[in-house]
């Protein structure tokens, strides 16, 4: 089971550090990502991350702004998120992959959690 938690109201420029906890089993051997789903759209990939921390990914919306890391010691993922933007309002979730490398497509993931809100005003 994914917790996800950390979101709220941040104005832009602003930002905020989401946090992915796993209980009931470890996730210490699984690539794990960040997703995102603003109103009116389709969930998206944000970023990647496979089970060592070695490999990342982003999408080129949030490159060189969002940082995607992981403690496997405490089971728990993370998104530090800087120079937030309006356009990054959206539902935040994480997932994780029963394989241990990192992958950018929604489909590939085997759990997810429940989603935090992210809301950045102008």
């Known amino acids: 089971q994914l917790q996800a938690c950390g979101g709220g109201l941040v104005q832009a420029g602003g930002s905020l550090r989401l946090s992915c906890a796993a209980s009931g089993r470890t996730f210490g051997n699984s690539g794990m990502g960040w997703f995102r789903q603003a109103p009116g759209k389709e969930r998206e990939f944000v970023a990647t991350?496979?089970?060592?921390?070695?490999?990342?990914g982003y999408t080129n919306y949030v490159k060189g702004r969002f940082i995607i890391s992981r403690d496997n010691a405490k089971n728990t993922l993370y998104l530090q998120m800087n120079s937030l933007k309006p356009e990054d309002t959206a539902v935040y979730y994480c997932?994780?992959?029963?394989?241990?490398?990192?992958?950018?497509?929604?489909?590939?993931?085997?759990?997810w959690g429940q989603g935090t809100l992210v809301t950045v005003s102008s």
């Open positions: 997932a994780a992959r029963l394989s241990a490398s990192s992958s950018s497509y929604l489909n590939a993931y085997d759990y």
């Open positions: 991350i496979s089970w060592s921390g070695h490999n990342t």
